[in-house]
């Protein structure tokens, strides 16, 4: 019965070995991965840097800001949220913080009299939502750890012509930017209609000689405003994107890395259980032998001295056996 | 006096930084004017580009190849900026398959006449052109 203990034990700390295995290894592949998810941070911040100088410079030297995408409107009755979340599990808290997040806005929401609709990103948000019942519109996901360009323009397209056809007056993008790779936050951001700072503020760059920038446009400047801020758009989605597959990968590094260290602890405390079993079915056969040799030694004192230990094991066999 | 300044040049797509440097030259294509080159002292100018192929003239003599699609140019401050969604340089770009590609979408476009398909053609042409066959004007034509 002891020996049966020790074998079950056995059992459990290799499985818990080869989980701690799994667990180390998705650890190592996260750890690379954040490394290269930042790369691609920093390499679309060119990009986002001069298309946003551009809407600037635009909007100051042209001065058409007409453009629907840029105009607040005045009775906000349905808010478009955009929720990024990762396609697996595995990643700690980093899903369910974004869903609280928006789960909390659109509570805010619906008791202020607003309606919502939500657009999930990640088959995580896309499944929550789901199950629970919320109004749902296009899904997008697949590529949550490792997002592409045309992914971002995508969801771009798709919430500026859900703007445009008037089905929602608000779009708010949620998602986990990526601070470093000890923090990230979960942060709520506008993304269409955009606000007043974000095209105001470009001086027309003046020059170094002082002198304002005149532009020349070709073609005229509120066409090329119609085809910019849609590409502006499409850049804030895509360095979301960038942001939250960065911060999944820093959150399953953490989750991994604890899971790894409870998977060491648990084999040790394991170990240590079965080697007491261990110890005590020894101490069992031990007593057996003794209890055996002293229950001989009352039938006749003379021979005990005589019964050798190969005798007395046989002796506790049989006495294990009659017991079982 | 043309070809002796140099001026700033960042070609830059939101997934990479394709060339930022010193050129004295930078040619490429804009909706519904043409081809336009700039140099060193450029006017501020803004302008949306269509699929071309863009050519950087380098300080050393060399020239550049980028095939574009499409985008946004702007000058201003002596510095030339091109944003595109999609660029790629004409050294990564398999020529043949490129040409296969140009000749497979005109075969197509001459059964049925699409606006996806010729901006695809245009596309196919521009990365052709800047693989180093075939033209860069031939874009222009559809």
Redesign the interface.
């Known amino acids: 019965m002891a020996g049966g203990q020790e074998r079950i034990l056995r059992g459990r700390i290799r499985s818990v070995q080869a989980t701690k295995k799994i667990t180390r290894a998705m650890e190592l592949i996260a750890a690379s991965r954040i490394v290269k998810a930042q790369q691609r941070v920093q390499a679309a911040v060119p990009y986002s840097e001069q298309i946003t100088e551009v809407v600037r410079d635009l909007a100051a030297a042209g001065g058409s800001t007409d453009s629907p995408l840029l105009a607040t409107r005045d009775k906000i009755v349905t808010v478009c949220y955009v929720p990024v979340s990762a396609d697996r599990g595995l990643c700690g808290g980093y899903n369910a913080g974004v869903l609280r997040a928006t789960e909390a806005e659109i509570k805010a929401d619906v008791t202020s009299g607003r309606d919502y609709v939500i657009v999930p990103v990640g088959r995580k948000s896309e499944s929550y939502f789901r199950f629970r019942g919320y109004q749902l519109d296009q899904a997008f996901n697949g590529f949550s750890d490792q997002p592409s360009y045309a992914a971002a323009k995508q969801i771009g397209e798709h919430v500026v012509s859900l703007y445009a056809s008037g089905a929602v007056d608000k779009v708010v993008l949620v998602y986990t930017r990526f601070i470093s790779a000890g923090s990230q936050e979960v942060v709520l951001r506008p993304l269409v209609p955009l606000e007043r700072d974000v095209v105001s503020g470009g001086d027309g760059k003046p020059g170094e000689d002082g002198l304002s920038a005149d532009y020349e446009f070709e073609p005229d400047p509120s066409t090329i405003l119609e085809t910019l801020i849609p590409r502006y758009i499409e850049a804030r989605v895509y360095a979301a994107l960038l942001n939250a597959a960065a911060s999944e990968h820093a959150f399953r590094q953490r989750a991994m890395k604890s899971a790894t260290d409870n998977a060491e602890e648990l084999i040790k405390s394991l170990s240590r259980i079965m080697n007491r079993a261990r110890q005590d079915a020894i101490t069992t056969e031990i007593m057996e032998i003794v209890g055996g040799a002293e229950a001989l030694s009352g039938d006749s004192t003379k021979h005990v001295r005589l019964i050798d230990v190969g005798a007395a094991r046989d002796m506790s066999n049989l006495s294990t056996g009659a017991s079982l | 006096m043309a070809d002796s300044a140099a001026m700033r040049v960042?070609v830059?797509?939101?997934?990479?930084?394709l060339f930022?440097g010193e050129a004295t030259q930078v040619i490429t294509r804009?909706?519904?004017?043409g081809e336009?080159a700039f140099l060193a002292g450029h006017?501020?100018?803004?302008?949306?580009v269509i699929p071309n192929h863009t050519r950087v003239y380098l300080v050393d003599g060399s020239v550049l190849d980028i095939a574009v699609h499409g985008?946004?140019v702007?000058v201003?401050?002596?510095k030339v900026?091109i944003?595109t969604?999609?660029a790629e340089l004409g050294s990564e770009i398999d020529k043949a398959h490129a040409a296969a590609e140009v000749a497979r979408l005109e075969e197509q476009l001459r059964h049925e006449h699409d606006a996806k398909g010729a901006a695809e053609l245009g596309k196919a042409h521009a990365r052709l052109a800047a693989a180093g066959g075939g033209s860069g004007t031939s874009a222009a034509a559809h």
């Open positions: 960042e830059v797509s939101p997934e990479r930084v930022s804009t909706l519904g004017g336009v006017a501020p100018f803004l302008a949306a985008g946004f702007e201003s401050n002596g900026s944003l969604d999609d």
